[in-house]
């Protein structure tokens, strides 16, 4: 049982280059999301998809895009990369919010 | 607002000693909160959680906390630390919904 995986794990962009990370999880959850990662700032939710054909902004979506393809999907696209996306990248997914499993992250710089 | 405060960014113990990483939330509705670990360059796993059942909550690897409603507190302990426990540690909040608000995390060190 694989759970949640992310592809890919690392990745270096430049500076408005485009990308899309991938997520999926193989438990039949409904609800799926992503995080962003900075140093002392703990975890910041992008956006989340509380079940297949719906997705709802978080704390910090601005200059990113999230399509939930099935229910097995989720994700999340950099149009045009920025230094400050330079980041680790976490998707987790749950039954219910009080559960959330997460990937093992995919680190992204941008230069 | 709801929130989590992690009153420590970090913390350093000896091996076999007792560890305690402080957590206050801020709610005004009655909350879910978890503790979860993250290893370096790993993902997060849930230690532990509390959902207004018991308040004393017992989690993995001899991890518990206890939820003090009057001191608006819910602290991590383990009465005696191991080298492997070194981790990175997040208090965790929600009021219901989809979202989690993460604290700032905790890096708990431990020496021989």
């Known amino acids: 049982n694989a759970g949640v995986t992310q592809t890919p794990k690392f990745q270096v962009l430049k500076t408005g280059q485009s990308m899309t990370l991938q997520c999926a999880q193989d438990?039949?959850?409904?609800?799926m999301y992503w995080y962003r990662q900075d140093p002392g700032m703990g975890l910041r939710l992008i956006y989340y998809s509380a079940s297949e054909g719906t997705t709802d902004k978080g704390e910090v979506p601005n200059g990113y895009n999230v399509s939930r393809l099935n229910k097995r999907e989720f994700s999340l696209r950099l149009e045009s990369a920025a230094p400050s996306q330079t980041s680790v990248y976490f998707c987790a997914s749950s039954v219910s919010s009080k559960d959330q499993y997460f990937g093992p992250g995919t680190r992204l710089l941008v230069l | 607002a709801q929130s989590v405060t992690q009153l420590d960014s970090h913390v350093s113990v000896s091996e076999g000693t007792p560890v305690l990483l402080r957590c206050n939330y801020s709610s005004s509705y009655s909350p879910s909160l978890f503790w979860y670990v993250q290893h370096p360059n790993k993902g997060l796993q849930l230690l532990l959680k509390?959902?207004?059942?018991?308040?004393l909550v017992k989690g993995i690897n001899g991890f518990e906390a206890e939820f003090k409603k009057s001191e608006t507190s819910f602290h991590l302990t383990k009465p005696s630390a191991h080298m492997s426990d070194a981790a990175e540690y997040f208090c965790?909040?929600?009021?219901?919904?989809?979202?989690?608000?993460f604290g700032t995390g905790t890096q708990l060190k431990v020496e021989l």
């Open positions: 438990m039949n959850h409904n609800s």
């Open positions: 509390y959902t207004s059942a018991a308040t």
């Open positions: 965790v909040y929600t009021g219901g919904g989809n979202k989690l608000t």
